[in-house]
């Protein structure tokens, strides 16, 4: 479903996804998104531009802990359940990127992935892994 961010994201109008359109929901269970809404939107303050909706593997959540960001352990102390594989989750663009030149990307829901994740990744490579194009 499409997100309207409050304040229209930074800018006039609605968040738009790396397709054009408007963005959508990335999870809600578990929560994600750098504001924690659910959605993959960003402004300013997200310095590590949490805007790619990735679909969680084992393999990716052993690289992002190699990497040293844990994020299958919970941490209840911040509300954070842990994440799983099948999860959606708001991944740093630089992050994925990472992933993928190291062989360990996870699949991608495009059009729940903000359009600022193309200053990083490759739209070519983000529909490479993607679970949403027919």
Known sequence: MPFDPPGGGGGAGRARNVLGGLLESCSITPMTGFFRDGCCNTGPED?????????????????????????STPRPEFGFAGLKPGDRWCLCAPRWQEALEAGS????ALRATHEEALAFCALADLKRYAVDLS
């Not at 990307?105 to 991608?108: L, Q």
């Open 105 to 108: 990307a996870p699949r991608v």
């Open 47 to 71: 310095l590590g531009s949490h805007t790619v909706c990735a679909v969680m593997t084992a393999e990716f959540l052993a690289f992002s802990r190699a990497q040293g960001n844990d994020l």
